[in-house]
């Protein structure tokens, strides 16, 4: 047996005297003379191997002395309570066993002494993985996308896969990565947008992905990746105000999650989580505008984009209003809104897209959809874009497509914004930017 517990299965109380067998990585090696301990890290914890010279056997001692740091060992020995070792127990060793011997010097410090830089981190990934602090970011985001799971499962939502590889491209904004494709040119997705709401028309009613999106952004920013995860949902018979609930709903119920499964590694961040309270405020488009030319020099025109800039100004405004991080943007101009938005019909200049928006970042757009096959056409074409590229989607609108709604976030920004983090390759265990393709 290479394990018999967890460092942190083991209580001192009920398996006092009893052997156990722990493994992992040397954490630490400390040689007084007369004692030598061991401080063995698995991914639970810490255990601390005692060896009193007097008391052991000298060819174990002097295993343990030459233990190099991170190398790979288990180690079989009896528990003993003891109330200054971590988890309030020490192992007295039968036997070590070397799984697997570390090269030295390590790539990067692993105590935490030193801060490492970002790319040093993520060039050595699996040994910034052996620090408390990159492990917790990723137990939340497990947390995150189990309670993602979770919400959107007993909502009536159903998981489903959408093709990465693709003949066209979905939004305008963001350029396409070309990929060959036996003798086709082809693309990486972009967003799983046109199949779900071609699952609509199929009747599935309430569906939901959590998978990767590409987009070929030029620029290197702290919030943007070439490879994100998105999570998606659509849902029939349903306007955009219906999906925006359950949305913001979302949101909350992730936070109470992390904040009841996640507690550990959420101080091992220094992080208070306060669960955001819903609903969350609807800042219109013109309010918006108001807004931003009100408190800045920036004087944005109606049918203008919102920048970096201008969402900072209208974060800070809605925080010193409401004292909450997230608010949604509603009621856009039509032609700033991707050509799936559904125009209001009493007002067609506007749109019933929305943007789900943290204080300092964009966190989701969404819109009830266009079902209407003409009125798509004539917003494909409007768009610059050529409908007969959309002819396996628009197909799906001409038999029986009912009204829907859906929305998208990207899993990396809701997990930075909810942590603080400045850096969105941070939340990413092996980052695609633009100058990052390995590890
Ligand atoms: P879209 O949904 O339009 O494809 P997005 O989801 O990537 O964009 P963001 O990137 O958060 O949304 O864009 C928010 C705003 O920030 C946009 O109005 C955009 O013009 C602006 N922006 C994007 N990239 C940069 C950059 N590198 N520097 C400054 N501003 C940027
Ligand atoms: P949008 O393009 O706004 O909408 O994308 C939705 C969300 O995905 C995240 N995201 C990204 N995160 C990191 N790096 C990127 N390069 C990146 N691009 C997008 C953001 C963003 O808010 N089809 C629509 C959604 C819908 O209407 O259902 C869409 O893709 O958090």
Known sequence: ??????????????????????????????????????????????????????????ELLEQARKLVRESVVSITGSVKPE?????????????????????????????????????????????????????????????????VRGYLTDNGFIETSSPKVVATATEGGTSLFPITYFDREAFL?????????????????????????????EHDTRRHLNEATSIDIEASFCDHFDVMEVLENMVAYIYEQV????????????????????????????????IVNANTDEMLNWGDDLGTAAEHT??????????????????????????????????????????????TMELSSGAQRIHIPELLVERIESQGLDPEGFEFYLKAFRYGMPPHSGWGIGCERLVMTMLGVDNIRDVVLFPRDRRRLSP
């Open 314 to 359: 209208i974060g800070e405004h809605v925080f010193k209003e409401t004292g909450e991080s997230h608010y949604f943007i509603i009621d856009w101009p039509t032609e700033i809104k991707p050509f799936y938005a559904m125009p209001y019909e009493d007002n067609p200049i506007l749109s019933k897209g929305f943007d789900m928006m943290h204080r």
């Open 189 to 217: 997705n972009q967003s799983p947008q046109l199949f779900k709401q071609i699952l609509m028309s199929g009747g599935l009613d309430r569906v939901f992905e959590i998978g990767p999106i590409f987009r070929a952004e």
């Open 259 to 290: 904040i009841e499964n996640a507690s550990d590694s959420l101080a091992v961040l220094g992080v208070e989580l306060k669960v955001p309270a819903v609903p969350f405020k609807r800042v219109t488009y013109d309010e918006a505008i108001e």
């Open 83 to 147: 109330g200054k070792a971590p988890n309030g127990y020490e192992l007295i060793p039968d036997e070590i066993t070397v799984l697997n011997e570390a090269d030295s010097p390590l790539p990067m410090d692993t105590t935490g002494k030193v801060e490492a830089e970002l790319d040093t981190r993520l060039d050595s990934r699996f040994i910034d993985l052996r620090r408390e602090r990159t492990t917790s970011i990723f137990r939340i985001r497990h947390e995150v996308l189990k309670a």
């Open 1 to 58: 047996n290479l394990r018999t517990h967890y460092t942190s299965q083991i209580n001192p109380e009920e398996l006092g005297d009893q052997k156990v067998t722990v493994a992992g990585w040397v954490h630490e090696v400390r040689d007084l003379g007369g004692i030598c301990f061991v401080v063995l890290r698995d991914r639970e914890g810490r255990a601390q191997i005692t060896l009193v010279k007097k008391k052991t056997d000298p």
